[in-house]
């Protein structure tokens, strides 16, 4: 049977496009990957970490591997629904974010790191557009270096798939997002804000390096270190032979 070229260039077309995922979108610095009902999609080989706040309320938070949460103008740690403020989101499986999670109300959630940040996930609740809607900004040194918010999200995630609007919070209303930091760049801090009553999300989960070693937890080991050289020097050191009575 003859091979038609166009045909299967066509195929394959539409092969490749079926692949990707919902949606993807870069800035110079950093590039964004949404999942509807998707999940969490970090680079392989690394270390994961889940920030579950424990406690609920607005107290900063302080996590063993060098991550700090602070909070600002309403902004705090959330569980089950409130109506008028914050929902659960949805999971892949339909049913409702039960543990602990983030909601900004009003103001602002702002996530620091030890240091620079290549990877962030995160299941993000129901979608908020427009120009008071939610919006997570990626910093570097101070500097921004990426945007994302509820409007992108809502035009490149699919929302077309269900047909909600903005604000749904039912099944399909919560979507996944990864970020990346690309060429050679990266993060140290990331700051959620809304100015509508909330934006709400969990199950957040990074890749952050280990944190730098404590004063008190240092000075320990350079004794160590030193008294072991010592040691050395003093086996490779000539000896002298005791003089013949």
């Known amino acids: 049977m003859p091979l038609h070229v166009p045909a299967l260039r066509s195929c394959i077309l539409s092969a490749l496009v079926a692949a990707l995922p919902a949606a993807a979108w870069a800035s110079p610095m950093m590039n964004f990957v949404s999942a509807q009902e998707g999940a969490l999609a970090p680079p392989q080989g690394v270390a994961l970490a889940t920030l579950v706040p424990t406690t609920l309320g607005s107290g900063p938070l302080s996590f063993a591997n060098g991550v700090t949460v602070n909070f600002a103008g309403g902004a705090q740690v959330v569980n089950g629904d409130k109506g008028g403020q914050y929902a659960m989101p949805i999971q892949a499986n339909g049913q409702a974010y039960t543990a602990n999670y983030y909601s900004t109300e009003l103001g602002t959630i702002s996530f620091q790191f030890a240091t620079t940040q290549t990877y962030i996930g995160l299941l993000w609740g129901s979608l908020d557009s427009g120009a008071n809607g939610n919006v997570l900004t990626f910093y570097k040194s101070g500097v921004e270096v990426g945007r994302v918010t509820g409007a992108d999200m809502l035009a490149l995630a699919g929302s077309a798939v269900h047909g909600f609007t903005s604000g749904y919070q039912g099944f399909g209303g919560s979507f996944f997002l990864n970020a990346y930091g690309i060429n050679g760049g990266g993060f140290d801090s990331m700051v959620a804000t809304s100015l509508m009553p909330s934006f709400e999300f969990a199950a957040v989960t ?3 390096p280990s944190p730098v070693p404590e004063p008190a937890a240092v000075a320990p080991l350079a004794v ?22």
């Open 206 to 208: 990074v890749d952050p």
């Open 224 to 245: 160590g270190l030193l008294a072991l050289a010592g040691l050395l020097v003093w086996r490779r050191a000539p000896r002298r032979m005791p003089p013949f009575a």
